[in-house]
């Protein structure tokens, strides 16, 4: 339905900051919202970050509240994800997402989107 590809991932020292962008393709006019999960091994894909597509509100997690920015041009159908004062529990693979049905509130659960990116590797170095 919707193609969303990843990219910006690296290696990084920590306390320094990364970009990913994620680049939207397909059926775009149906996306809701579009959000950022990460998955560190052996742990449950964890929610970062959301933004409605239209209005632009935004949700956070508590642990990158403040840290990261998620932002979105709809013009070039893509979202954004700037991450500052990374620290080694940053360290995962980030995927994009995009939810095509609408919710009074942005979705905060894996389960609740729809398409999913491939993937990028962020690491951190203490």
């Known amino acids: 339905q919707v193609q969303l590809v990843e990219s910006g991932g690296g290696l990084v020292q920590a306390g320094g900051s990364l970009r990913l962008s994620c680049a939207a393709s397909g059926r775009t006019f149906s996306i809701y919202a579009m959000g950022w999960f990460r998955q560190a091994p052996g742990k449950e894909r964890a929610f970062v970050a959301a933004?409605?597509?239209?209005?632009?509100?935004?949700s956070y997690s508590d642990s990158v509240k403040g840290r990261f920015t998620i932002s979105r041009d709809n013009a070039k159908n893509t979202v954004t994800l700037q991450m500052n004062s990374l620290n080694p529990e940053d360290t995962a693979v980030y995927y994009c997402?995009?939810?095509?049905?609408?919710?009074?509130?942005?979705?905060?659960?894996?389960?609740?989107?729809?398409?999913w990116g491939q993937g990028t590797q962020v690491t951190v170095s203490s």
């Open positions: 933004i409605s597509w239209s209005g632009g509100s935004t």
């Open positions: 997402a995009a939810r095509r049905t609408f919710s009074r509130l942005l979705a905060r659960e894996a389960r609740e989107y729809d398409d």
